[in-house]
């Protein structure tokens, strides 16, 4: 019974290059979440997507940064043009129905050189 | 409105005692409420939940209180364990939305 898996686990980017992070959720969710944490700090919500929707993007920036989670295949957070202050660990979480357990994915904790 | 407020940001406890960390939420909509656990360099574990029609759920030495009046709820970590150190996150969701999470609390516990 697979986890929610992240890849990669670690991402070094120069800046103004891109970044995709993928994640697969746990068999039969169809919901996802990615948040975003910078050392010794919280979990800060980005975007929440249902199978083909985006539901919630409110803490996502407007710019740079996009999100998908296709019919078919993981879910995708794109980072255009990468700046320092990107590097962070970003993570997923996964949930059969709204309002039921998330579960993390390990992260992937992105360096931007 | 959607903000969680975490309590104490660290804590250092005693092998064997008792670790509290307290939640505050202002947002009425919220009606689940998880705690999580992360250790270094890896992702936010579940590790017990409860929903504001009870006030109490008790899982092993983990336990959570939940005052809806007060619109606060905490995690009692019983018979704390040097293994037990780690961050701890307590969150909050309304129906049909996401998980707002608290600062964090970095706990230690001395052997």
């Known amino acids: 019974n697979a986890g929610v898996m992240q890849n990669p686990r670690h991402l070094v980017r120069r800046r103004g290059q891109e970044a995709r992070l993928r994640c697969s959720p746990v068999?039969?969710?169809?919901?996802v979440y990615w948040y975003r944490q910078l050392p010794e700090e919280g979990l800060k919500f980005m975007v929440y997507?249902?199978?083909?929707?985006?539901?919630?993007e409110s803490g996502m920036p407007k710019e740079r940064f996009s999100a998908e989670f296709p019919k078919e295949g993981p879910s995708i957070l794109r980072i255009q043009q990468v700046v320092r202050g990107d590097s962070a660990a970003y993570f997923c979480?996964?949930?059969?129905?709204?309002?039921?357990?998330?579960?993390f994915g390990q992260g992937t904790r992105l360096t931007v050189v | 409105q959607q903000q969680v407020k975490q309590s104490p940001q660290s804590l250092i406890v005693q092998k064997g005692g008792i670790s509290i960390i307290n939640c505050a939420y202002e947002?009425?909509?919220?009606?689940?409420f998880p705690w999580y656990q992360q250790f270094p360099g890896k992702g936010p574990a579940l590790l017990i939940a409860?929903?504001?029609?009870?006030s109490e759920k008790k899982e092993g030495r983990f336990t959570i209180s939940f005052n809806k009046s007060a619109k606060q709820f905490s995690l009692h970590i019983m018979d704390s364990q040097p293994g037990d150190s780690a961050t701890y996150f307590c969150?909050?969701?309304?129906?049909?939305?996401?998980?707002?999470f608290g600062e964090g609390t970095q706990l230690t516990v001395n052997p």
């Open positions: 979480a996964s949930s059969p129905e709204m309002n039921t357990e998330a579960f």
């Open positions: 068999k039969g969710h169809s919901h």
């Open positions: 997507l249902q199978k083909e929707n985006i539901i919630d």
């Open positions: 947002n009425t909509a919220f009606d689940y």
């Open positions: 409860i929903r504001p029609d009870v």
């Open positions: 969150a909050a969701q309304p129906s049909g939305s996401r998980l707002t």
